[in-house]
């Protein structure tokens, strides 16, 4: 079965950091480029960074550069997304995604599977 779990997720007060895992199962990581979003309360899904298959390139929104560092294992099937410096309103459900590509770039589009998503929640 192909799936992706992440982890990692949890209630955070602001200034500080979470690190969240995406595991794959069922393929090989190899091919795929991974991208993160989030959905907070009442908003649409975005998309928060991208790495590309090989882990040479990456993109973030705008809303994160400098906080958020993406990489990835793929010996371990492993995707993780290092957030530091966290504000409330980086609270919300956040979704590991992968699409088939062997390009140099990566994107937001596209995605052929999905996780089920993990929460952080940044309060004091």
């Known amino acids: 079965q192909l799936q992706l779990v992440e982890s990692g997720g949890g209630l955070v007060q602001p200034g500080g950091s979470l690190r969240l895992s995406c595991v794959a199962s069922g393929f090989t990581l190899d091919y795929y480029a991974i991208g993160w979003f989030r959905q907070a309360p009442g908003k649409e899904r975005e998309g928060v960074s991208c790495?590309?298959?090989?882990?040479?390139?990456?993109n973030y929104a705008d809303a994160v550069k400098g906080r958020f560092t993406i990489s990835r294992d793929n010996a371990k099937k492993t995707v993780y997304l290092q957030m530091n410096s966290l504000i409330p309103e980086d609270t919300g459900l956040y979704y590991c995604?992968?699409?088939?590509?062997?390009?140099?770039?990566?994107?937001?589009?596209?995605?052929?599977?999905w996780g089920k998503g993990t929460l952080v929640t940044v309060s004091s």
């Open positions: 790495i590309n298959y090989s882990g040479g390139s990456t």
């Open positions: 995604a992968a699409y088939m590509s062997r390009s140099r770039y990566c994107g937001w589009g596209g995605m052929n599977y």
